[in-house]
């Protein structure tokens, strides 16, 4: 049976109304996770008002071990 381990990483959005987040800053943290072995298994908002975005929660996983 194979084991896992998980890591959840929350970006805070700015702007006006949130929402906004550095994108070469955000995907510079996903390629770092990648090269040490975590694949990205979900990614979603929390909502703050009419839409807006408070975070972006990220989701890896790699076997245990690695």
């Given at each position: 049976?194979?084991?896992?381990?998980y890591r959840t990483i929350k970006f805070k959005t700015g702007g006006f109304l949130g929402g906004k987040i550095d994108e070469q800053e955000f995907?510079?943290?996903l390629n770092t996770h990648g090269q040490e072995g975590w694949e990205l298994v979900?990614?979603?908002?929390t909502s703050?008002?009419?839409g807006a975005s408070?975070?972006?929660i990220v989701v890896f996983k790699r076997k245990k071990g690695f």
């Open positions: 049976m194979e084991n896992w381990e995907q510079d943290e979900s990614c979603f908002d703050q008002t009419e408070r975070y972006i």
